[in-house]
């Protein structure tokens, strides 16, 4: 049962996308690689087994139509199932080219939708 007292704190409207995702921990050696569950300017889910505690800063980069790195940090953490992650940092063009990347992908799926 979703806990609708709580007002969704999210800036940005999630879309729900698969893209993939490269994440790798604040200093660590190796990066996980992962798809988003969704996605928005302001953050996204990703699935992983090994999720990282909530705080942990990381540097990710999203496969859109262009590699776009991004600075993030864990705010939700599921056992077993993923990790919730807020931007906190990305140039301007990246974010401009994240901006566009989402907007044709609402698109699509709003087609798809009356397509049906």
Known sequence: MWDTSQPDRRRY?????????????????CSVH???????????Y???IFPFPVGTELDVKLQ?????????????CDPQVGNGIKFTKMLPEDCKALEAFLQ?????QRLAVFAH
């Open 13 to 29: 409207p999630r879309l729900k996308v698969s893209v993939p995702i490269e994440i790798r921990a604040d200093g660590a050696a």
């Open 64 to 76: 859109i139509d262009t590699l776009v790195p991004i600075s993030a940090i864990v705010v939700t």
């Open 46 to 48: 990703f699935e992983t």
């Open 34 to 44: 992962s798809t988003t569950l969704d996605l928005s300017l302001g953050g996204c």
């Open 104 to 108: 044709g992908a609402e698109q699509q």
